[in-house]
């Protein structure tokens, strides 16, 4: 009795998730199905076009050829003909309680990310209870939002880089630190750019023993191969890279390590364009195979933030965005902090520092295309809400600047989709357009595989199964926009 019993469940089991769909979902279940639409196979597959998914409750619970499957009596129907379906986005390096705190990310942050299909992010950076109390809210249904995960404060030295920071000194302070973290319940341990070897290799050695990654900068008292060999799972902005390939890596270090502040451009004008030169002029193939091959033999990730580099850290004339007509979306007293950043990275200013500037992003996208050739495993990221990093718009920014870098259309996908699945450890719930998978769905109007730029033409999101269509995400924006005339 018991074997026809199982039997008989597997066979449900079938016909519910088999090509022949039909409704085996609670009542309570919404259930969609986007037919006549092309699945963009983000494993590198080819396209599957004129498909039907089905997405029941928060689960993609059926895909197959449009002629062959049988729609639910009460799905709503999303009509994809010509259209075009990927994962939702990650954005692997913000900052939400960065730009206001409590309600700046409700209001500011969270909408536009979500306008703009991103449906997973890293937070690298801010308060543990803000961030928890977020991302309850977001997994309990209270709030639709991005799924969150985070690192908390940041591990820096003295003065730190950032608040909120916790200060170490030394291997105990350290060890504290992370222990402390841990207990809290981040996700990642981020590291700061003041920290000294001893406190850093500290932080390692605690972090690989507790089974917790940690990410972030490589330390100015350090070097990046040191970082990759330490186990440090994630290098962001490229910190430390580009001087990890010059020829002059020591000297300069030692520079950079006496002027008592964090790498250029942060330096006075005079030393920064000296120090600059000589780093591009010192940049040699051999240095950079070899750091390359060491971050694809320990695997060490990359999310390069181009947007940050480009509109305010290597910020030029041609970059800046001062009337960017997407300001509009920005609270605006966030925005006289970021014309603040941004008077200071171009006032007073050469033409000969703009001109430097622009080979660092020149190499910059080099080294990129390097290490991508290589295999080193790369991320998209923005650091947004850094000065003129436009949380949401952002992203699609950095698409396009991978694909500057070398990588193909597919590869750019990737790095917001199937990657960052597999660096959280969670491909096997998120990351592709797949059966039994979170319903995180970006519905697009054009191929991305003919145009990066295309990710940005967007008809209708899916956040854990909840559709938002294309009006309802223009009503998004202009609620956004009104929060940001008054705030």
């Not at 295999?375 to 990093?389: E, F, K, L």
């Amino acid at each position: 009795m018991h074997g026809s019993l199982r039997r008989f469940l597997s066979f449900l089991s079938l016909i519910c998730f088999g090509v022949a769909f039909v409704s085996c979902s609670s009542p309570g279940d919404r259930i969609l199905a986007i037919v006549h639409v092309t699945v963009i196979d983000v494993t590198g597959g080819p396209p599957r076009a004129d498909t039907t998914v089905v997405v029941s409750g928060k689960t993609i619970s059926a895909i197959g050829p449009s002629n062959a499957m049988r729609i639910p009596l009460q799905a709503k129907v999303i009509d994809g003909s010509g259209r075009f379906l990927i994962p939702g986005l990650a954005d692997m390096h913000v900052h939400l309680t960065g730009a206001g705190e409590h309600s700046g990310s409700r209001e500011f942050m969270i909408p536009l990310l979500l306008a703009n299909g991103i449906t997973t992010v890293r937070d690298m950076g801010g308060s543990v209870g803000l961030l928890k109390e977020l991302r309850s809210e977001v997994a309990s249904g209270k709030r639709v939002g991005s799924q969150i995960f985070f690192t908390g404060p940041y591990l820096d030295g003295n003065p730190p880089s950032f608040e909120p920071s916790i200060i170490v000194q030394t291997p105990e302070e350290a060890r504290a630190a992370v222990d402390k973290l841990k207990s809290e319940g981040v996700d990642f341990i981020k590291v700061q750019s003041r920290l000294q070897p001893e406190a850093y290799f500290a932080i390692a050695k605690e972090a690989k023993e507790l089974g917790i990654p940690f990410v972030g900068h490589v330390p100015d008292s350090i070097t990046a191969e040191q970082a990759s060999d330490a186990g440090q799972a994630s290098i962001e902005h490229l910190t430390g890279v580009l001087l990890g390939c010059s020829s002059r890596e020591p000297e300069l270090r030692e520079e950079k390590l006496r002027s008592g502040q964090t790498p250029p451009p942060q330096l006075a004008h005079a030393e920064q364009r000296v120090w600059l030169k000589k780093l591009l002029g010192s940049i040699e193939p051999a240095e950079t195979a070899k750091l390359v091959a060491e971050f694809a033999r320990n695997r060490t990730w990359q999310v390069p933030t181009f947007p940050t580099l480009v509109h305010i850290g290597f910020v030029t004339p041609q970059t800046d965005l001062a009337n960017d007509p997407r300001l509009r979306y920005v609270p605006a007293r966030l925005k006289v902090i970021w014309k603040q950043g941004r008077d200071s990275q171009l006032d007073d200013y050469s033409a000969e520092d703009f001109a430097l500037r622009e080979v660092v992003i020149r190499e910059s996208l080099k080294v990129v295309a390097q290490m991508n050739s290589a295999g080193v495993p790369i991320m998209a990221g923005t650091d947004t809400a850094a000065p003129h990093v436009i949380p949401g718009f952002s992203l699609h920014e950095d698409l396009e600047y991978l694909v500057k870098a070398g990588m193909s259309p597919m590869q750019a996908l990737q790095a917001a989709t199937l990657n960052p699945a597999e660096f959280l450890g969670h491909r096997a719930e998120q990351g592709s357009v797949d059966v039994g998978k979170r319903a995180d769905l970006v519905l697009l109007d054009a191929n991305p595989l003919d145009d990066i730029r295309n990710t940005e033409r967007i008809r209708a999101v899916i956040v854990n199964g909840k559709l938002m269509d294309r009006n309802e995400l223009d009503d998004v924006l202009a609620g956004v926009e009104r929060f940001a005339a008054t705030h």
